[in-house]
């Protein structure tokens, strides 16, 4: 007797709830034929027996007398560096994988001849190897789908699980591999595969993502007839494998070349904030990556392509300028003439700009004649920028100010008197001020690195 899967859960949850009523005597049942060999190292049995002997080594693992490896917590054998072992985050789960659920469905799931066999699994894992062999992936991945099922938690559901992605990998079921692989790391994610799966998912989501390159479409347009790629988004999937691999491995090979793509992909697309997110990114977390030099050098396209002009922040321009100088004296070594010349106009580009800034807000407080303001920003333009063309207009302006009022007057003064002053008010009045005859020199020879002293505005 066979029941689908949707059907055993509907008995499942309907018999929890005392709906349905069923014959429980296993003698009307064919129950199958279960092994009574001892149960095969990895496999929660054989770790629930085996735990009390076992033996924590630190930086590698328990160990158990008599059985080869390591093991973690759960009786997995350890075959991954311990710096990529993850441990899962089993806080939000479904109603399936609710335990109480998950037993139900087991029991019921036994009682139909569909519960845990190993010495089914094993043969029917046989039988997918001989059609992976013989290039018969789409019926080798049904096998090792049905392998999975049969004996859970073991090295061999682990291996299933990897040869099911490879047999739909290699049967160009592109979609389905993703999927399968990152099943796979989800229950194992210090599987013994995880380099080989972190390679597959590399090379799908760069063939995706030249596809797209190649014949760009919406991500709301239907594929309808090409099977290497997803229904929706190619591009979209191709973006959350790559976060993906660095999620899962970070400290593989391919974070850092994972990291790079999806920042050149967002470059070119014109996204510049999300690629500066990644070229940082890479900065940051990966110093010895062999994509740095690049990634500081598109990281300073992305900031001078953020900025919008005086009107807006100029936080871009000035980490903008950082880079520049990390990149003078990080790679000194490894820069020719001509790119050396050009970080410098790029330097000089940016010292313009965040003097137009300067600039522009000085000639709006000297435009509303409030003439302190504006003598400040002056100041600050001439002493932060000498170099530039705006600093001989900003000294010539500033030394016209000097004998002005800081503060334009005040209109119907008399009426303003009658009401008091609020709080905010009365505590600035309480700042001290600077006398009157203490004013700032304008300096006849301004040097490049501006003054020595922060306290004087000019020289």
């Known amino acids: 007797m066979s029941k689908n899967w949707s059907t055993i859960v509907l008995l499942a949850l309907l018999t929890s709830s005392g709906c349905v009523s069923l014959d429980m005597n296993p003698k009307n049942w064919q129950l199958p034929t279960m092994t009574s060999e001892a149960a095969p190292p990895g496999t929660p049995e054989w770790w629930k027996k085996s735990q009390k002997q076992a033996e924590f080594v630190l930086g590698e693992g328990w160990r158990v007398p008599g059985v080869d490896g390591y093991f973690d917590d759960e009786g997995r054998p350890i075959r991954a560096q311990v710096a990529k072992i993850v441990h899962r985050d089993d806080s939000k789960k479904g109603l399936l994988e609710d335990p109480q659920v998950s037993k139900r469905v087991a ?46 938690e073991s090295q061999l559901e682990q291996d299933a ?90 400290t593989g090979p391919l974070a850092d070349d994972a990291i790079m793509a999806t920042a050149n992909s967002y470059f070119l697309r014109g996204r510049y904030n999300d690629a500066d997110y990644q070229y940082e990114l890479l900065r940051n977390e990966y110093p010895r990556s062999e994509h740095q030099f690049e990634a500081h050098i598109l990281g300073l396209q992305c900031k001078l392509r953020k900025y919008q002009g005086p009107d807006y922040d100029d936080t871009s321009l000035r980490e903008a300028k950082k880079l520049v100088k990390q990149l003078k004296v990080q790679f000194s070594g ?76 005040t209109k119907l003064e008399w009426l303003v008197d009658v009401f008091p002053e609020n709080s905010e008010r009365k505590a600035i009045a309480q700042v001290p001020m600077i006398a009157p005859n203490e004013q700032p020199r304008v300096a006849t020879q301004p040097s490049e690195g501006g003054p020595a002293d922060g306290n004087t505005i000019l020289r």
């Open 107 to 152: 029991k019921f799931k036994e009682q139909f001849g569909m519960g845990p066999d190993q010495q089914l699994a094993q043969q029917v894992f046989a039988e997918g190897e001989t059609l992976f062999r013989g290039q018969k992936y789409s019926q080798s991945a049904k096998k090792f789908k049905e392998a999975a099922k049969r004996w859970p």
């Open 334 to 409: 490894e820069l020719n003439a001509e790119e050396r010349a050009r970080l410098s106009d790029i330097q000089a580009q940016l010292n313009q700009q965040l003097a137009e800034r300067d600039y522009k807000m000085a000639k709006f407080y000297d435009d509303t004649e409030h003439f302190g303001s504006a003598k400040f920003y002056y100041g600050q333009l001439i002493r932060d920028y000498p170099g530039t063309p705006l600093a001989i207009q900003a000294r010539e302006r500033f030394v016209e100010l000097g004998g002005k009022p800081d503060h334009p007057p």
């Open 161 to 250: 699980f990897f040869y099911r992605a490879e047999s739909e990998y290699f049967d160009k079921q592109y979609s389905d591999a993703i999927d399968t692989y990152s099943a796979l790391l989800k229950k194992y994610p210090n599987t013994p595969h995880l380099d080989e799966v972190v390679q597959r998912q590399f090379d799908i989501a760069r063939y995706w993502e030249k596809h797209h390159q190649y014949k760009p479409h919406w991500a709301t347009t239907p594929n309808l007839l090409d099977e290497t790629r997803p229904l929706f988004d190619t591009l979209g999937r191709a973006i959350k494998t790559y976060d993906d691999i660095r999620l899962n491995d970070p």
